[in-house]
T-cell receptor
């Protein structure tokens, strides 16, 4: 039972480079989320997808884009990475929105130099 | 804007002690409240989910309570063990933005 799988686990980027963080869940969940975790700031929502085919901005969406590729996969793209995007990124899923339990991936530690 | 606060930020207790972690939130119009555990360098593991209509939830040695009117939740851990050492996060679910708002966490160390 893999749950929520994120790739890569670690990444170092130079300022201005682009990359895509991948997330897949095997629990047949409808809703998926991307969070970032920073010291002193806690976890903050970047984007979410309430169901397949929909995406919406969260608290800190600037500098990011997302794609809900299908029900299983939800990717996060940084078009032009900045040092302020150095963080740990977590993908999460839930069966159906906030009424149900959220399950998190193991995280991607991203450093932008 | 919903704000979630967890006190204390860090806690160290001897093994076997019963302990209480606190979580407070500013807006009582919530969907639910969820407690998570995070081990160093790892993701979050869901411990308990309390719906807004519920007062408490129990799982093994864990009991979480919710008092919406006062904007508070507590996580009670009975007979603590060294394996309970981790950071505990509470998160409030609310309809605005369909998101969870997290507290800063309580870092718990249980000493053998």
């Amino acid at each position: 039972n893999a749950g929520v799988t994120q790739t890569p686990k670690f990444q170092v980027l130079k300022t201005g480079q682009s990359m895509t963080l991948q997330c897949a869940q095997d629990m047949n969940h409808n809703s998926m989320y991307w969070y970032r975790q920073d010291p002193g700031m806690g976890l903050r929502l970047i984007y979410y997808s309430a169901s397949e085919g929909t995406t919406d901005k969260g608290e800190v969406p600037n500098g990011y884009n997302v794609s809900r590729l299908n029900k299983r996969e939800f990717s996060l793209r940084l078009e032009s990475a900045a040092p302020s995007q150095t963080s740990v990124y977590f993908c999460a899923s839930s069966e159906w929105g906030l009424n149900t339990e959220a399950f998190f991936g193991q995280g991607t530690r991203l450093t932008v130099v | 804007k919903q704000e979630v606060t967890q006190i204390p930020a860090a806690l160290s207790v001897p093994e076997g002690e019963n302990l209480v972690l606190n979580c407070s939130f500013t807006d009582s119009a919530i969907y639910n409240l969820q407690w998570f555990r995070q081990d160093p360098g790892k993701g979050l593991t869901s411990l308990l989910l309390i719906q807004s209509s519920q007062r408490e939830q129990t799982s093994g040695r864990l009991n979480a309570s919710l008092d919406k009117s006062s904007g508070r939740s507590t996580l009670y851990i009975a007979a603590s063990q060294p394996g309970d050492s981790a950071t505990y996060l509470c998160a409030v679910g609310h309809n605005a933005g369909n998101m969870l708002t997290f507290g800063g966490g309580t870092r718990l160390m249980v000493k053998p």
